[in-house]
């Protein structure tokens, strides 16, 4: 090893022990000392400038015109980089936050604002420091008591003074939010708000969100989605508070109270009226809580109530107004704006299994439920009014978004009728099999045993079938009868034929509104993908076709609704635009019974059934009629003398039988459409 390598190894302890370098290395602790020191003693700086500012000397001055807001700024920023470089450890807490704590400057902030201490405005920059403290430290803040403690008084003086209140109401918002957030995200940190005493409970916390869930824009939707944080944990002792609070029942009751506080004039109900933005606002709001809610007990509680009390008033709403149209009216688009505004499956459940219930109405107690005083109500009057159209829509919205409940009512025991006749039919096998094989060694050999068998299943296969396969049409007769319809309505209006074989995919895009939106749930004004029907489970294992379609013979809605179709030229645009919608909606079930009922329900028997095809040929015929008759009432209004009467009736009848002339036309290219995609 040569000496150099030695030389570069080797220790100075001369250089390391002497004075010189003994003393540089005291000046670098010094200086790292000093450095950390001089954080600490700008953060009391900071806290003794703002206690300063505080006092008779500011008494004529806002908070805005001193320089408290910065202090406090520069307060927040030095603790979270302090918070933000300690050890993984909660229970670690640095020197500035020690101070902090030690110096109870929480406690002092909230105790001048509340005393009203100069300058004017401190309790909001108060909450504001708050509000930044809780949104952005850990989750351990707000756990020590020289934090929640002050925040506790401070809360309950707001709450009871209405003038801070609305005077600072953004900040307090904010700071409500921030809280419930971080109980999001670390649900025992709700423990420090309750406050329990044998069966006395109290959340100031939620008590005070309660004054803002019909505020307007940012601060109400700020209110109502910090309230359904605190519902997301099953903590048992909210729930308890809850409970105790029966604020179940107080949603319910402000509903019910909201609800007869609506206009019942038509031209009363828009976005602008009070009434109706509370009552949307809080069917929102309660329909959101169950949906996020994990107690059980508070679940149960509201849906009770909302059976109870909420849809029993609309019932007995209806049964008021039946008789008066426009009242009726009123009523009927409420009815039809909750059913389309519905996401949770447990108030789709409810509202459904409402509207099918059974009650007493009119002198003679004649046993009804509301959706056949709807379709009676559709079907009694004319089909050109408003009335009828909004009718219209809410059974169109009980088949689109809450298709599996309402089905289940309308075509009830459809597949336990066929499966229950199934069973009984192998029984009868079985028994016969029963019988041959108890009797065999003495009357039967073994050829009249397998003869009997196969007679017996040839009769079982001939009930199974019930109808001749000579009368099955394949897919391509099916789509063909369809298409030459749709071609010949096409050449009505003087277009040039087209070959749907070749264009399918255009048309499939071009009827998306009624397909493939309307699956996904459009209602109103906006797109809800998640209505109720998303999260059903798929059906069962369908039942033998021709024998539902046999038992759908003698449902009523079926005959209804092709009544109505038989009509189309005498109703609205309007409400023909829901009638479509509706049965377009059954020929997308995933019922395949339901489709070839309406399809080809005419070719199935020679019974002479209605169909959608032998409507719809009928209808072509009556819009060629039709036009012969309009051009006769044209030259009559023509020859009035008053120009703007013949004006506005020459408008009248070309505007709607050129609309309905549309939507039939659409309305067979949709009809050929869905062939193609249940093949």
């Known amino acids: 090893m040569s000496n150099n390598t030695l030389r570069s190894n080797s220790i100075n302890f001369e250089k390391l022990l002497s004075f010189d370098n003994i003393f540089n290395i005291e000046n670098r602790r010094n200086y790292h000392s000093t450095k950390y020191i001089s954080k600490v003693t700008s953060f009391k700086k900071h806290w003794i400038d703002i206690?300063?500012?505080?006092?008779?000397?500011?008494?004529?001055?806002?908070?805005?015109?001193?320089?408290?807001?910065?202090?406090?700024?520069?307060?927040?920023?030095?603790?979270?980089?302090?918070?933000?470089?300690?050890?993984?450890?909660?229970?670690?807490?640095?020197?500035?936050?020690?101070?902090?704590?030690?110096?109870?400057?929480?406690?002092?902030?909230?105790?001048?604002?509340?005393?009203?201490?100069?300058?004017?405005?401190?309790?909001?920059?108060?909450?504001?420091?708050?509000?930044?403290?809780?949104?952005?430290?850990?989750?351990?803040?707000?756990?020590?008591?020289d934090v929640y403690e002050p925040l506790l008084t401070l809360l309950k003086y707001c709450s009871t003074q209405k003038d801070i209140t609305s005077e600072y109401e953004s900040f307090i918002i904010d700071l409500l939010f921030n809280i419930c957030q971080k109980i999001s995200i670390h649900p025992q940190i709700l423990n420090i708000f309750i406050y329990e005493d044998g069966d006395y409970y109290e959340c100031i916390l939620f008590e005070y969100l309660k004054q803002f869930i019909f505020s307007h824009g940012k601060t109400g939707e700020m209110a109502r989605t910090s309230m359904k944080y605190l519902f997301e944990h099953p903590f048992e002792v909210f729930s308890n508070y809850i409970i105790f609070t029966k604020f179940p029942e107080q949603l319910v009751d402000n509903l019910c109270m909201i609800f007869n506080e609506l206009p019942l004039k038509l031209d009363e109900i828009n976005q602008n009226n009070k009434s109706i933005n509370q009552f949307t606002t809080l069917f929102s709001l309660i329909e959101n809580i169950i949906m996020c809610c994990s107690m059980q007990a508070i679940r149960n509680s509201i849906m009770f109530n909302i059976n109870d009390k909420f849809l029993k008033l609309i019932i007995n709403k209806y049964k008021e107004f039946y008789n008066t149209s426009e009242n009726l009216e009123a009523i009927s688009i409420y009815l039809y704006y909750m059913l389309s505004k519905i996401h949770c499956i447990d108030f789709s459940s409810c509202f459904v299994?409402?509207?099918?219930?059974?009650?007493?109405?009119?002198?003679?107690?004649?046993?009804?439920?509301?959706?056949?005083?709807?379709?009676?109500?559709?079907?009694?009057?004319?089909?050109?009014?408003?009335?009828?159209?909004?009718?219209?829509?809410?059974?169109?919205?009980?088949?689109?978004?809450?298709?599996?409940?309402?089905?289940?009512?309308?075509?009830?025991?459809?597949?336990?009728?066929?499966?229950?006749?199934?069973?009984?039919?192998?029984?009868?096998y079985s028994d016969s099999i029963t019988f041959i094989n108890s009797n065999s060694e003495e009357t039967l050999s073994d050829d009249e045993i397998n003869n009997s068998i196969k007679e017996i299943e040839n009769e079982i296969k001939e009930v199974k079938e019930n109808l001749p396969n000579e009368k099955c049409k394949s897919i391509r007769d099916e789509v063909n009868r369809y298409i030459e319809l749709y071609n010949?309505?096409?050449?009505?209006?003087?277009?040039?034929?087209?070959?749907?074989?070749?264009?399918?995919?255009?048309?499939?895009?071009?009827?998306?509104?009624?397909?493939?939106?309307?699956?996904?749930?459009?209602?109103?004004?906006?797109?809800?993908?998640?209505?109720?029907?998303?999260?059903?489970?798929?059906?069962?294992?369908?039942?033998?076709?021709?024998?539902?379609?046999?038992?759908?013979?003698?449902?009523?809605?079926?005959?209804?609704l092709f009544t109505l179709l038989k009509s189309f030229f005498n109703n609205s645009p309007d409400f023909n635009l829901a009638l479509t919608d509706t049965i377009s909606q059954l020929l997308s079930a995933p019922e395949i019974y339901l489709f070839i009922y309406l399809v080809d329900r005419d070719i199935l028997d020679d019974d002479k059934k209605d169909s959608l095809y032998t409507i719809l040929i009928s209808l072509i015929e009556q819009r060629k009629e039709l036009l012969n008759n309009y051009g006769e009432k044209l030259l009559e209004i023509n020859s009035l003398d008053d120009e703007s009467i013949y004006q506005e009736q020459q408008q009248i009848i070309i505007s709607d039988f050129n609309r309905n002339s549309r939507y039939m036309l659409e309305f067979i290219k949709e009809v050929t459409v869905s062939i193609f995609e249940n093949y």
């Open 353 to 428: 299994s409402f509207i099918f219930e059974k009650f007493k109405f009119d002198l003679f107690d004649k046993e009804t439920n509301l959706f056949n005083l709807i379709m009676d109500n559709i079907m009694t009057n004319e089909r050109n009014t408003s009335l009828a159209t909004v009718n219209m829509l809410i059974i169109s919205c009980l088949l689109k978004q809450h298709y599996r409940y309402t089905i289940s009512y309308l075509i009830p025991n459809i597949r336990t009728r066929v499966n229950n006749s199934k069973n009984s039919e192998n029984e009868s």
């Open 51 to 145: 206690v300063a500012a505080c006092g008779p000397m500011s008494i004529d001055l806002d908070v805005k015109e001193t320089d408290i807001p910065y202090h406090m700024v520069r307060m927040i920023n030095m603790l979270i980089s302090e918070d933000r470089n300690l050890p993984n450890n909660l229970a670690n807490c640095g020197e500035c936050m020690e101070y902090f704590l030690n110096k109870e400057c929480l406690h002092q902030l909230v105790d001048s604002s509340i005393k009203k201490i100069p300058p004017h405005g401190l309790i909001y920059v108060t909450i504001d420091f708050y509000s930044n403290l809780c949104s952005l430290m850990n989750e351990n803040f707000l756990t020590k008591k």
């Open 488 to 560: 010949s309505a096409k050449t009505d209006f003087g277009n040039e034929i087209t070959d749907i074989n070749n264009k399918c995919n255009e048309y499939i895009l071009d009827i998306n509104t009624n397909l493939n939106i309307q699956l996904k749930g459009l209602n109103f004004n906006n797109l809800n993908k998640d209505y109720p029907e998303n999260i059903i489970q798929e059906i069962l294992e369908e039942p033998n076709q021709i024998k539902a379609i046999k038992l759908l013979d003698q449902e009523k809605i079926f005959s209804q």
